[in-house]
């Protein structure tokens, strides 16, 4: 992939660094001894990093840090993720609604696949792909950290703006 040395600056935000304090707590306790999380136990919060609208919640282990993760993502209807990529590999599974993902340096809806619930996608490293929703979706995240996210478009960070 060819891109200019804007398009390669990483971006410093990381997910599990703006989520609330009392979730991340939680999640790190669970990888030390056996625990459960029930679906309404579990406490959204906004994600910095991604547009406006989305919802976030780590559930195991610390995104910023080295090391395993497990995060729920809440999207809403009509929402839209730019161009971008991750430093590691990202596995998405959805768990309600459907998202529509799509590889590639420009955002096109006609070229995306809806994954639907109990879907998995798996995109390789530093591999550029853009998302989008009809309906509200919820997605589970594993990854290994640190995470983070790139936008393709600098003017699509929601952190510059």
Do not use: C
Request: glycine residues 12%.
């Amino acid at each position: 992939m060819t891109t200019s040395s804007s398009l390669r600056t990483v971006a410093t935000g990381l997910l599990g660094a703006t989520l609330l304090a009392g979730v991340t707590a939680i999640a790190t306790a669970q990888t030390d001894h056996h625990g459960l999380t029930q679906a309404d136990q579990i406490s959204w919060g906004p994600v910095p990093t991604l547009p406006a609208g989305a919802q976030g919640a780590v559930l195991e282990g610390q995104p910023s840090a080295a090391g395993p993760f497990t995060m729920r993502l809440k999207f809403p209807a009509n929402y839209r993720i730019p161009p971008h990529w991750h430093p590691a590999v990202e596995r998405v599974t959805v768990l309600s609604g459907a998202l529509y993902m799509g590889m590639g340096e420009k955002f096109d809806a006609g070229a995306s696949q809806a994954l639907k619930v109990g879907g998995l996608a798996i995109m390789p490293a530093r591999s550029p792909h853009f998302a989008w929703t009809r309906d509200e979706t919820v997605v589970q995240l594993h990854g290994t950290g640190p995470w983070g996210i790139t936008y393709l478009n600098p003017d699509e960070d929601p952190r510059k703006q």
